[in-house]
């Protein structure tokens, strides 16, 4: 489906300045995903005593404000747009929009581009995770609806960042990313699995494999037709290396898996409580899988406590493939945490070891990357206080750095945004002497540059910064018209 929105001429482009979103890390993972959701969900109820205005049946653009030609950025220029949603009258109304940073241009204002249509929700980039930052020229918006399960649909738009042609190429009841392969983005919706053609913007229902998890360069699919077990696929190669059998994860219980580096082997630890259980040692498996051989079952014992949103939460535990060909699980021994007990078996002939050894921990990580993104080596040890705001936590650490922050902010207190190669930030406090500017900084220069924020965003509460690259002509052509699935 395509639309064409109302087009304003570039005389009625409005001009406004902008901040920053940051992103979660997680501590202890499904505590902080599932304490997000929480919080998500709650900033898009609507407020006591609030009159509910959002209508349901929208189109999904209302305006867009197109730059003119000369006011287009130039091929490959870098910028940030910022995904908003702002309030509309005094009561539970909001419209989605996106505006535009020109950190190359600062002379230029924050400048308004998209009104999507009415939502409880801001425009988010399709992919996250680790393909953050990966074609952000799609992205998608939760729209309230009538949905009886869910309360919203979901739209998806190709937007050209240079042109900001932006049209609406499907619509449905919940869309997420899964990953790209190739210029294929494999998304799962409510209706079932769609492909994306990352060059074109087409999309369709048919894929080469049911994907069902990733683990580094590796996915772990099922061939058509396949209902159990699955295959590993090198991304890279583009070719299937192990097939591994279907193993019961535990109804309630831990669960882990792991590929060795060439994806030959899988390894699982599992292990199973009983309802009212409240930590301390627990039994489980040890389950290594082999392309073409049975698998190998090894009883093990860890510690471990009973989470609130998590049933297991284990401690002191390792597992990993060595280069001797090798696969090795420890464990704090019980009540001992200076002593851990070693299982080991072997890849190619399957046999099992097992002992005592002193405690090991594993190696520090060294704090050259923040979730992905790079850091710079005088950034290092200010990232340690901001490792669970994601790649966002880059930009207070940098801010604190040069001197225009004066002290750590919590997660709450901003909002941030960072390019994938860690060079380009931007940052907006939600308090205090900072926070009517958005601020941004270049982590190899130093330098940095202040807008003032926009007053037409001053009750916005909920935005999405990400950095993009503007295509030339040639990159994103105006995609075609496009039927409905």
Known sequence: MSVTPKVAGPSLVEHRTIQPL?????????GLIAAAALSLFAANLPAQGLQY???????????????????????????????????????????AGAWECLPSRPEVPITKRVEFCHSSWNC?????????????????????????????TMNLYD??????????????????????????????????????????????????FVPVETD????????????????????????YVAHFGHVDPPIKGFSRSRLSPDGKCRAWVLASVH????????????????????????????????????????????LAFSPEGKLTFRAWAEDDVAQDRVWTIDLSTGQVSSTAAPHSEPAEEIEDNLSGVPVPDYLREGVKAFRHFGRSGLAPAFLLHVGILQQKPGYADCTAGVSPDGRHLLYQAHKGPLAGVLIYGDTVTEQTVQWKWPDELARCNAMDFVWVETPTDAEQAAPPDRGGD
């Not at 940051?22 to 499904?30: D, H």
């Not at 988010?124 to 869910?150: E, Y």
């Not at 899964?178 to 494999?186: A, E, M, P, Q």
């Open 53 to 95: 205005l959002i209508p349901k049946h929208q189109q999904p653009l209302l305006t867009v404000l197109p730059p003119s030609a000369a006011q287009r950025s130039k091929p490959g220029d870098g910028k940030f747009v910022l995904f908003t949603r702002e309030q509309v009258g005094k009561d539970w109304d909001f419209i």
């Open 159 to 208: 937007i050209n960042f240079r042109t900001w042609d932006v049209r609406c190429i499907w619509q449905g009841g919940w869309l997420a990313a899964f990953g790209v392969l190739g210029d294929s983005i494999f998304c799962k919706s409510a209706e079932g699995w769609l492909l994306i053609d990352a060059v074109s913007g087409m999309h369709s229902r048919e894929i080469p």
């Open 216 to 239: 580094g360069d590796f996915w772990l699919v099922r061939k058509p037709g396949e209902t159990a077990g699955c295959w590993s696929y090198d991304r890279k190669q583009r070719r």
């Open 124 to 152: 988010t980039p399709l992919l996250d995770g680790n393909s953050a930052g990966m074609h952000p020229r799609f992205a998608r918006l939760q729209v309230d609806s009538d949905d009886r399960d869910l309360g919203y």
């Open 275 to 318: 309802d009212g259980w409240r930590g301390g040692t627990i039994a489980g498996r040890l389950i290594l899988q082999r392309q073409g051989e049975e698998d190998v079952s090894v009883p093990i014992e860890f510690q471990a406590v009973a989470g609130s949103l998590i049933e297991v939460i284990p401690k002191g535990i390792q």
């Open 22 to 30: 940051a992103s979660p890390r997680f501590v202890a993972p499904c």
